[in-house]
């Protein structure tokens, strides 16, 4: 994992951002590193907000690594479109369009 990412005053919002940028790619390669290296990286000591976020960020993808599912256009899977929804969320100022990978139709 890119070392800059932890030490980003708010690690959530771009570990989410990079998770959808590298899903978003097709690269399904690089897509299992980093469900990989956010799934498995240890949590943080505090209890605030941003814990919950990684928190929620980790359940997430945990939860893509284990779907055979992860390039099912959003119309035909309401698991991908719940995990594109949740991750574009987690990536707070950033947008995104479903559309422009092929996971179904504009949100």
Not at 13 to 31: I, T
Not at 51 to 68: I, T
């Amino acid at each position: 994992m890119n070392s800059t990412i932890l030490t980003y005053s708010r690690p959530a919002e771009l570990l989410a951002k990079s998770l959808l940028d590298v899903w978003l790619s097709g690269n399904q390669c690089h897509l299992r590193t980093v469900l990989d290296d956010i799934a498995l990286m240890p949590f943080p000591r505090d209890t605030t907000h941003e814990f919950e976020r990684l928190d929620l960020l980790k359940c997430v993808a945990w939860r893509m690594k284990e779907s055979e599912e992860l390039f099912t256009p959003c119309a035909e899977s309401p698991q991908t479109k719940v995990w594109f929804d949740l991750l574009r969320h987690l990536s707070a100022r950033l947008h995104y369009d479903a559309g422009s990978a092929g996971l179904g139709t504009p949100i």
